[in-house]
């Protein structure tokens, strides 16, 4: 495709993004059933799951309270009576035939999630609704090559959906968005975020108009994103082919279409002419439930803090740089961590540097969770002030207490004292080390003397040598060169 | 033949086991068989029950209902036992559950004796929609035993089980009720758990006994109420007893509709025999008001318009694809949707699929659906104001006597007219009696029926058993 940069300028994007998450409940929305990834093929499944005659929803509250967790996290309006609806269709992992969801009432109204535009600004992406609804089971084509296998422990498992108003305008910010949705649900402890495995999913709307032009441009829905990249893919994708079909003067159709990973294009999969219609109706099995003021307010004492929150706070109370204020929230489980150690040290910036630096290449190389890791926050702390107050060099630090912590989770102060590297800065003890390197290197002192100032380093290696890096460099140093030049 | 589960207890007493009631069952059921009212004997089970309850005799621990036996409508779950709301459409269909009623009622020993023929999930008032023939009406074999729960009706009016249950959507099991000369009771909507009744119209349908007597209707009820986690429409307050004493010097205000015993379509006699219950009643010392219902021509629609969409939402399940009966002639998804369902379904369940379908689509929905919801409301709001002013509303169950088989098939008007006096319960969720008052000069008999408050069960039934005392 080749738009100019000139064509693309003229259009403005307006994207709207549905996003579907599975909540991290232990049973499932409207019965007892296991919510559990990974379990054996219909395993998961009662008489309610499987729809069978007779059978009637029973609600899980818990559903309930997670959803207005992720409204009062986005700042929403929760509303007080739950009512239920039913969505009708027909597909083979919809056992009952219909979907219970959230039609004209939807847990959550009005509310924003805070995002950084393409320019590293600040934005406000409105939420049209989260409503509460339940998954379907998932049909397998690709296991028996003659038919379509059905597996129906996802069946009823309970999701929200988060609905944006059209407030995104770039396929970046669309991507920034689901980011900071995932970062959220994660936070909130509602949802794994996983894309991949699909408990998280995301639709996107998407149309372009001109920038002067006062009404929409012809909408269309892309499906089947199934990651935070593929999401951006498939909207810059269908940003440039709308455009491009507006400029070449074809006439852009309602439909849903199917964003393809491989080739990172969209194919039309129906028009809005085909679409079903799901003939919504309030669902009579379920009366509807009242939520109230002061069930909200328990669910809101109890939230965890959010990344937002621990973002400002990183780089305005503890002095930390947008980058690491960044990394360190990105992942709740790591922020907590880094929470944990500043309880122990004020040095900030080192704990960040700890964390961000030996603490991730560790869970790295080992593809540890950080939530695995066997290393005490308040002995990083401590870590921190020996090398603070100079009893332990950093390399020191780094390279022998560090990975002894790992192994065992001891007090940095007791191995380094253990194994005999507690630096010391103790002038007096240094002077007889330095003296002896002179006299036991007395052609490279001379050397040195006599103006070859390169060896410096030799001599300094030395000197460290015989300490076994317990000497403090900086004192070391020091001295070295005041000894050396007094002849 | 036991009358009543006194009778029962007194044969117990003089020695007679259960095994022997359940096979006197057995075999009174075997010779009535021509009258098609079960669609299945459960005589194994049922059996092995009885045995079990003797047992529970000898050492002094069984349940309220030992001894008694009971027959489910076909749209009843019982665990390891077939249900089939009598369509082809849930073939071969074995329940892996039991529902929260009949639980109860097994928990009390009653013993379950098998499982009666209906109109296919309960749309009918006539017992002609069944997939597997009609049930004869035991006091004139050619007229229709009235429907949704006929062989429910002719069970307990044949003597082929000491009571049964039935479902009452619209009417489904006063109605029969009428036709059979048996006491029909559906209690008030949310009263009964329905986890486990195969729905037609969620917000309508109740669970309900059929007996001989006013006691034996109270207490099936009583037993199967109260609350369960299963059905979060249920009133979840414990049961209590549904039969207290009728307080002899209370004296009551009762309202019958004038615009029902003015209606037109109904029989003469019918309309004589309920102005010579009010005048008894009135004899006795109760007020008797005429009062205003100005919206019997709504009725009937508003009822039609609202449960068709429930259903065709409730039907959506049977797909041929998880269980039931499954087309052999479809290739393919779609193909077996429509074969399947085409091919399983009878002729009416299809008409009211199509128009719950219809009054549930884009652009249509407020004109009906919507519009239905408002009329129910107002109905509903009236039912309330009467009964405010008023104990209970005393109206006839059916406009007519039973009538011949065939005679209103073609007609599916007239025949929804037969739910005229009886959808009023559904609409407001009220409780409501068929008692067996009335005796037709055809050889027929027919009900009168007593509406009470909402979830004054207690109220209702006393005052019931006091009109089968008085007004006989």
Known sequence: MAITEEIRAKYKPVIGLEIHAQMLTRSKAYSNDKNEYGSAPNTNVSV???????????????????????????????????????????????????????DTTPICTGGSVLIKDENGNEKRVGLTRIHMEEDAGKSIHDIDPFNTLIDLNRAGVPLIEIVSEPDITSSQQ????????????????ICDGNMEEGSLRCDANISVMLKDAKEFGVKVEVKNMNSMRNVQRAIEYEIERQIEAIEKGEKLVQE?????????????????????????????????????????QKIREAMPPLPNFLHTKYTTELGLSEYDAGVITDQKEIALYFEEIIRYTKNYKAAANWVMGDIKSHLNAKALDITELKLSPNHVAELISLIDSGKLSHSLASQKVFPEMLKADESPLK?????????????????????????????????????????MGFIMGQLMKKSAGKADPKSAGKLLTEMLSEN | MYHSFDEIKAALDHGTSVESITKHYLKRIDEKKHLNAFLEVFADSALAQAKRVDEKLKNNTAGRLAGVVIGLKDNLAYKDHKVSASSKILEGFVSLYTATAVERLIAEDAVIIGRLNCDEFAMGSSNENSAFGNVLNPHNEKMVPGGSSGGSAVAVAAGLCTASLGTDTGGSIRQPASFTGTIGFKPTYGRVSRYGLLAYASSFDQIGPFANTVKDVALLTEIMAGKDEFDSTLLQEDSKNFLPAFDTTRKLKIAYIKDCIESEGIDPEIRSRIFEIIEKLRSLGHTVNAVDFPYLNQMIPTYYVLTTAEASSNYARYDGVHYGYHSSNAEGVEDTYKKSRSEGFGEEVKRRIMLGTFVLSHGYYDAYYTKGQKVRRVIQNKTKEILTNHDFIILPTTPTTAFEIGANV??????????????????????????PLGNHSNGLPFGIQAMGKHFDEAGLLSFSDY??????
């Not at chain 1, 669309?174 to 402890?189: G, H, M, P, Q, S």
């Not at chain 1, 630096?423 to 006599?450: F, M």
Request: hydrophobic share 35%.
């Open chain 1, 256 to 296: 849903t279409r199917n964003f393809n990973a491989l080739n990172g294009t969209t194919t039309a999969m129906r028009s809005k002419e085909a679409a079903n219609d799901y003939r919504y109706f309030p669902e009579p099995d379920l009366q509807p439930i009242r939520v109230t003021q002061q069930h909200v």
């Open chain 1, 415 to 455: 191995i380094a004292e253990s194994n005999n590297w507690i630096q010391t800065s103790d002038e007096g003890e240094i002077k007889k080390l330095i003296a002896a390197v002179i006299a036991e290197n007395p052609s490279e002192i001379a050397r040195y003397r006599a103006g070859e100032t390169k060896l």
């Open chain 2, 467 to 472: 009109l089968m005392s008085n007004c006989k």
């Open chain 1, 174 to 189: 669309a991507y920034n968005y689901v980011t900071e949705v995932r970062k959220l649900v994660r936070y909130l402890d």
């Open chain 1, 48 to 102: 309610i799951t499987l729809g069978h005659p007779g059978t009637l929803p029973r609600m899980n509250r818990k559903t309930i309270d997670f959803a207005i967790r992720m409204g009062i996290a986005c700042d929403c309006k929760i509303s007080e009576l739950q009512h239920f609806a039913r969505k009708n269709y027909f597909y083979p992992d919809l056992p009952k035939g219909y979907q219970i969801t959230q």
């Open chain 2, 410 to 435: 073609a007609d599916p008007i007239t025949m929804y007219l037969q739910d005229i006096f009886t959808v009023q319960a559904n609409l407001s969720g009220n409780p409501a009696i068929s008692l």
